[in-house]
Each structure stands twice: as structure tokens, then as C-alpha cells.
């Protein structure tokens, strides 16, 4: 069974958090090994001086270094021990908060495949019998007539109840979808504080050894000037931002897969007459519509209760203004499927009345695939991460923009084209196959200007992309003393 999650972005972007920590956590363990070590050197010493003590000075000394082991155990050792331990448990709870949410997006998934493939048995055994009953209706009794007619009700209810079934279950996918997101946002965050915790820890702990063996005299001080310098250079928030960037994924592949409703009547190889084709698929278009113009209309409040949120600060405080940004984005996803489900249907009624299909900005983010004997649609949809969506609404808010209803972030990946040139103003090493190498000097050649911070580019005839805050776009005067690439 194919696993929705695997390719994920979002994914991608915990899992290598995680292997960062770990690192992290092994090397604070290798540092407390060292001073483990370094304790049990200096009680040794300690306690080697006082079997050769002969004199009150050798004794006062070894008590010194003893002094020194115990402190480096209490103050260093057993509190890194402790957090380590106490994180340890913290991020098991996480990752089996990430995995429980995960599941549910794959159990649904998997039970959208199963009420569909039962709908579409169903469907064939109803047409069947449509079809006995029309063809019988002279040659048979009255009785018989009756009988085969009332299982021909019974068989139209059944379908009903399976087909809403599994209408349900692929409008519940989008909810099982925003809360493991969410769940790995929150995760997310809780991961980097604690590794924050855990960069201070091992400074204060290093400055503690500092401030103990700086009292032995000259023959430490390169020892001493090496971790002073060390230490001072450590700063917790500047590291977090690295990882944030370093762990960043460029948007294009900020792209989700959600699994789309298909139906027996959209099969152009079935049984059923066009007619009787053209009216099931519309009623079911009937019922999308339905539910996109609520959708619409529920986003056109949220838009106006954003709005007024920007323009009168004293109406909200910031947890409700971020709520409200989590709901226009939830309505918007909700939004996304429910048009992307209509194109299709709709698509699928312009054949049967052939005339051409309905333009539409998803009509390129619709896919197929064929497991076995059934062939099941999804559509791609651009999902940034939670953080920088709700960043996006709260500015198109404040901005005081009103978005259109029937718009959706399936168009929101078309890139501006722009023509100019840019000097790189810090080295940037590609991490992937499509992104360029930079060093410091270089005049890239801008081809698109992308959301997210990527831009697409060439250099030295490779094209790729590559950060926008790495480089300065160059002035028209400045472009023409510049080396074109």
C-alpha cells in the first residue's frame, strides 16, 4: 500500500531535525565522558598525594585536587546526565505523538481505497440488477416484478449509504492531513527549545570547568584560553537559527498529495447509459457546489474578521488571531479538495457531452495512478509549513487585501519571471541536484524570482535554484559593468 507521508516535505524536514539532535545529544555525551574521565584522574591524584603525604602542604594540596574531581562530578557530570535522561523521555513522547497522527492519516487513506473499491462493487451488482429488471419487465409475473423491484430499492439505498460513506471519509482526510501537521509543527518546536536547553547546559558546564581549572596557574592557560575562546563564541539563538536554515526545504517541493473521489460513473468503459451517467455525475456535482459555496462563504468571514483584527488590534488579542489564520487555512484546504473534486467531475461530464473541458488552475496538479485492478486520482497541493502559512494570512490581512473566494493556493505556485542579475554575497553549498553552488563574488543570472525565498537562476551554464537572502539583486547600472554568467 503506498504510504502518503514518506515523500512528504514536512516529513523530510522533522526526520532531519531528529538526526541532528541525535548528533547533538551523542557529542554531549562524549564531552561528559572526557570530563567523567578527567574527574577520575584528578580523584586518583588525589588520592595518591595523600598516602605520600608527609607533610601538612602535600595533604592541603591533595584535599585541592580532590576539591577539583568532586566538583567537576557534581556541577558538570550528574546534571548533564540528568537533562539528557529527562529530554530523552520528552522526545520519545514526541515521536509518539508524530507517529500516533501519522497513523491516522494512513488508516484513512487506506479506508478512502477500501469504501471506494467496496462503492465500486456495489455500483457493478446495482447496475446488474438495473439492468434485469428493465430487460424482464414483460416476461415476467407481477410477483416476481414486485420482488425485483424491491430489491432494486434496497440495492439503490445500500449504494447511497456507501457512496456518502465514502464521500465522508475523503472530506475527513483533509482533517486527519491539518492535524498531523500541526502535531509535527508543535513537535517541532518543542525539539529545537530542547535543544537550546541542552547548547546551554554544555555551556554553563564548560564554564564551569573554566572557572575550576583556571585556578592551577600558568601551565593551563593555552587550555584555559582555548574553551574561554570556544565558550565565548557559543551563542544558543544564533545556532537555532542555523538549523532552522539549515534543515529548510525550498518550496517547490512543499507539495502535498490528498486523494480524490472517483466514482463508477466516470468509468468510460461501464455499463451504465449515458443518460443515466451524465444525471449521477451531475447530482454529485450539485452536491460539491454546495459545499464549495459554504466553504466560500466561510472564508469570506474569516477574511473580514482577520480584517478587522489588523485594523483594530483592541478587538483580539495574538492567540486569536492565530486561531482564526489556522481556521482561513484549514478553509482553504477544505476549499482546494472540494474545487479540485468538481474539475474532475466536471471534466468527466464535458466528454460525455462533448464539449471541451473547463479551465481551471488545478487542471495540471491532477494525477494518476493504477494499484491492481483500480486506478485512483490525488491532486499535489503547495502546503509551506505551518509557521510561514499563518505568516502569509496574517499579512494578506494586515495588507487589508480581500482574496477571491473561488482562488486557491493551487495557482499560488506560478513563479513571477524576472530578467536582471545578482552578486552572492556568502558562500552556499547545494544541498540538492537542482540547486547551485555559490561563492562569495559570484553574478548570477536571474530567471525566476520563486516564493519561500528561492530564486532560479544560472551560473557558469548550470541552471538551479538557490536563496535570495544570500545574494543582492544588482541595479540596471550596476547589470551592465557586471560578467554576465
Known amino acids: 500500500m503506498r504510504d502518503p507521508l514518506t515523500?512528504?516535505?514536512?516529513?523530510?524536514?522533522?526526520?532531519?531535525?531528529?538526526?541532528?539532535?541525535?548528533?547533538?545529544?551523542?557529542?554531549?555525551?562524549?564531552?561528559?565522558?572526557v570530563l567523567q574521565q578527567r574527574s577520575n584522574l584528578e580523584i586518583s591524584y588525589a588520592k595518591g598525594l595523600q598516602k605520600l603525604a608527609m607533610k601538612l602542604s602535600k595533604v592541603l594540596h591533595s584535599t585541592k585536587k580532590k576539591k577539583l574531581g568532586k566538583a567537576i562530578q557534581l556541577e558538570a557530570i550528574k546534571p548533564t546526565y540528568q537533562v539528557l535522561s529527562a529530554q530523552?523521555?520528552?522526545?520519545?513522547?514526541?515521536?509518539?505523538?508524530?507517529?500516533?497522527?501519522?497513523?491516522?492519516?494512513?488508516?484513512?487513506?487506506?479506508?478512502?481505497?477500501?469504501?471506494?473499491?467496496?462503492?465500486?462493487?456495489s455500483t457493478k451488482k446495482h447496475e446488474a440488477l438495473f439492468h434485469l429488471v428493465e430487460n424482464s419487465k414483460q416476461s415476467v409475473t407481477k410477483k416476481e416484478k414486485q420482488k425485483l423491484l424491491n430489491k432494486l430499492k434496497k440495492s439503490t439505498e445500500k449504494l447511497a449509504k456507501e457512496e456518502e460513506n465514502y464521500y465522508q471519509k475523503n472530506l475527513a482526510g483533509y482533517s486527519t492531513r491539518l492535524k498531523w501537521e500541526k502535531t509535527l509543527e508543535n513537535c517541532y518546536q518543542s525539539i529545537l527549545e530542547l535543544e537550546k536547553e541542552r547548547i546551554q547546559l554544555l555551556c554553563n558546564n564548560l564554564n564551569q570547568y573554566n572557572q575550576h581549572i583556571s585556578v592551577f596557574g600558568q601551565t593551563l592557560t593555552t587550555c584555559h584560553t582555548q574553551i574561554h575562546c570556544a565558550i565565548s563564541k557559543i551563542d544558543a539563538e544564533k545556532d537555532i537559527q542555523s538549523l532552522l536554515e539549515e534543515t529548510a526545504?525550498?518550496?517547490?517541493?512543499?507539495?502535498?498529495?490528498?486523494?480524490?473521489?472517483?466514482?463508477?460513473?466516470?468509468?468510460?468503459?461501464?455499463?451504465?447509459?449515458?443518460e443515466r451517467q451524465k444525471s449521477s455525475i451531475k447530482s454529485k456535482l450539485l452536491r460539491l457546489q454546495r459545499d464549495i459555496e459554504k466553504a466560500s462563504k466561510d472564508k469570506e468571514g474569516l477574511e473580514r474578521m482577520l480584517n478587522a483584527y489588523s485594523s483594530n488590534s483592541s478587538f483580539s488579542d495574538g492567540k486569536s488571531q492565530k486561531d482564526t489564520a489556522a481556521l482561513m487555512d484549514e478553509t482553504n484546504l477544505k476549499l482546494d479538495l472540494l474545487q479540485a473534486n468538481s474539475y474532475k467531475l466536471s471534466s468527466v461530464l464535458a466528454e460525455l457531452e462533448q464539449r471541451p473541458k473547463p479551465p481551471h488552475p488545478c487542471s495540471t496538479c491532477i494525477f494518476k495512478w493504477k494499484e491492481k485492478e483500480q486506478t485512483h486520482s490525488y491532486v499535489k497541493i503547495s502546503r509551506p509549513f505551518m509557521m510561514k502559512r499563518l505568516e502569509n494570512v496574517m499579512s494578506k490581512a494586515s495588507s487589508g487585501g480581500q482574496s477571491n473566494p473561488s482562488s486557491s493556493s493551487l495557482a499560488s505556485d506560478v513563479a513571477q519571471l524576472s530578467n536582471g542579475l545578482c552578486k552572492a554575497l556568502y558562500s552556499f553549498q547545494a544541498r540538492e541536484e537542482d540547486e547551485l553552488n555559490l561563492e562569495k563574488g559570484d553574478i548570477v543570472a536571474i530567471h525566476e524570482k520563486k516564493g519561500e525565498g528561492w530564486w532560479f537562476g544560472s551560473l557558469n551554464g548550470k541552471k538551479g535554484h538557490f536563496p535570495a537572502a544570500y545574494v543582492e539583486e544588482l541595479t540596471s547600472n550596476t547589470g551592465n559593468t557586471a560578467t554576465q554568467p
Open 7 to 33: 515523500n512528504c516535505s514536512h516529513n523530510k524536514v522533522y526526520k532531519n531535525l531528529m538526526e541532528f539532535t541525535q548528533n547533538g545529544e551523542n557529542f554531549c555525551k562524549q564531552v561528559t565522558a
Open 88 to 121: 530523552e523521555k520528552k522526545r520519545k513522547a514526541l515521536d509518539n505523538e508524530v507517529k500516533k497522527t501519522a497513523d491516522l492519516v494512513i488508516s484513512n487513506w487506506n479506508q478512502q481505497i477500501k469504501a471506494k473499491k467496496k462503492l465500486m462493487v
Open 249 to 274: 526545504i525550498s518550496s517547490t517541493e512543499t507539495k502535498s498529495e490528498f486523494l480524490l473521489t472517483d466514482y463508477f460513473e466516470e468509468d468510460p468503459n461501464n455499463a451504465m447509459d449515458k
